[in-house]
């Protein structure tokens, strides 16, 4: 890949802006009497009932009760709700400031498998920063569950492709899951999938310096 070809980038949400704690989620799930969660939460892809909400196919208000028949306990929504939240950490602040400097060379998408609940959550918690708000990082905002698709399947990307009017050979897509980056590479888009933590900025040392990376 030739950064110099690239036109548009694509990024993923969980792992790659938003950083993740399973084991915390799964831990505040089994205080609430949900024991199965951890049969059902991955940071690549849902399944179950966690899979349908990311998919869009049933509503929050559903899940909770589904949620509630499954457990032990009575716990609220607002319970629920939390301790799914909980699988979120938050947005570093260099990956905001990072996607508003590559917004000025690139037209930015984000592509996510995610739910109403996480996304509600983050715009209000983590993406708020200064005078910049969800829509200031990203041309278009590509979601699961509104659009009742999921990677890796091919659908979403091409979705994404249709919508947005990129070419595939001119873009590149970002996102720590093996499966979603083999469907992306399969219709012709470049690829490229970072570590846990890894510093994605290195992509772009003509737009992020080593004297801008710390």
Not at 23 to 35: D, K, N, V, W
Not at 74 to 81: G, K, M, S, Y
Not at 178 to 207: K, M, V
Request: net charge negative.
């Amino acid at each position: 890949m030739k950064m110099h070809n690239i036109k548009n980038l694509i990024f993923d949400f969980g792992g790659v802006l938003v950083d993740l704690d399973k084991a915390r989620c799964l831990q505040a799930f089994s205080q609430l009497g949900f024991t199965e969660a951890d049969k059902m939460i991955d940071a690549y892809s849902q399944q179950g009932l966690f899979g349908q909400l990311e998919e869009g196919t049933i509503s929050p208000e559903e899940f909770c009760s589904e949620v509630r028949r499954l457990t032990t306990c009575q716990a609220t929504d607002e319970n629920i709700w939390q301790a799914w939240n909980s699988f979120l950490v938050g947005i570093p602040t260099w990956k905001l400031e990072a996607l508003i400097e590559l917004k000025k060379h690139y037209p930015i998408y984000l592509l996510s498998n995610t739910n109403m609940v996480h996304w509600q959550y983050a715009i209000t918690e983590f993406f708020p920063y200064g005078k910049w708000r969800v829509n200031d990082y990203f041309n278009h905002i590509f979601l699961s569950y509104e659009l009742h698709q999921v990677k890796p399947g091919a659908e979403i990307f091409r979705t994404v492709i249709t919508q947005s009017g990129i070419r595939p050979e001119e873009t590149l897509f970002i996102d720590d899951a093996t499966a979603n980056c083999q469907t992306a590479r399969s219709l012709g888009l470049h690829t490229y999938q970072p570590t846990q933590g890894e510093d994605w900025r290195l992509l772009f040392p003509s737009i992020f310096g080593k004297n801008n990376i710390v």
